[in-house]
């Protein structure tokens, strides 16, 4: 099972391998930060209860979108919980994200 995934992921057929959606890269900003929140939020359900097929365009669709993401925000700032060190340093109970 490479990947995690069921033997049947392998099986192949080219007319699965069409992107949907705009390319990641012609979104402004706020066109990949929707895009980003939607496919956040049906991640679940995808993985849970979608085919094969779905799944695997689901993870190539968010692969898109994130790696954008990543490209346009080098510098994102990341919080000190979200780290192995904060991790550690993190008490029972504490969010690993800060609030506003």
Do not use: C, W
């Amino acid at each position: 099972m490479p990947g995690g995934y069921p033997e049947a992921m392998n099986e192949h057929d080219e007319r699965d391998m069409t992107m949907t959606g705009v390319d990641a890269a012609r979104l402004d900003d706020q066109q990949l930060m929707k895009e980003l929140e939607t496919i956040h939020r049906t991640r679940h359900d995808t993985l849970l209860y979608a085919s094969n097929d779905a799944l695997r365009a689901h993870n190539d669709r968010m692969a898109q979108l994130e790696g954008e993401f990543l490209r346009r925000n080098p510098n994102r700032p990341v919080a000190a919980g979200r780290t192995r060190e904060g991790a550690r340093e993190r008490g029972s109970g504490e969010s690993a994200t800060p609030r506003s």
